[in-house]
């Protein structure tokens, strides 16, 4: 069993940065990939990105967002750098004890979520 929770979300205004953290309780942190989506009201669960033994990231946020972890701490991070008001929503990490995936319904583990909030 993998519990998560993240942190770090806000208000931030356009063009600025957040950094989200996501810490996972177990010992066998090292061995799940992790991902990040998000979800605005009404919409479907969007996938941002994921880490395993490399990173893959949406299109949408390519190269405004950086994924990485610290197996030392049991933490998973979302930097997000440019953020556009369409940025907007709750963010989550989830876990998944095989390679990363972009498919919500393969991840096995799920944080609470935290809200991000871009302001124009």
């Known amino acids: 069993q993998v519990q998560l929770v993240e942190s770090g979300g806000g208000l931030v205004q356009a063009g600025g940065s957040l950094r989200l953290s996501c810490l996972a309780s177990g010992r066998t942190f090292s061995s799940y990939a992790m991902g990040w989506f998000r979800q605005t009201p009404g919409k479907e669960r969007e996938f941002v990105g994921a880490i395993s033994w490399t990173t893959y990231y949406a299109d949408s946020v390519k190269g405004r967002f950086t994924i990485s972890r610290d197996n030392a701490k049991n933490t998973v991070y979302l930097q997000m750098n440019s953020l556009k008001p369409e940025d907007t929503a709750v963010y989550y990490c989830?876990?998944?004890?095989?390679?990363?995936?972009?498919?919500?319904?393969?991840?096995?583990?799920w944080g609470q979520g935290t809200q991000v909030t871009v302001s124009s």
């Open positions: 989830a876990a998944r004890s095989k390679l990363f995936a972009t498919n919500e319904m393969q991840y096995d583990y």
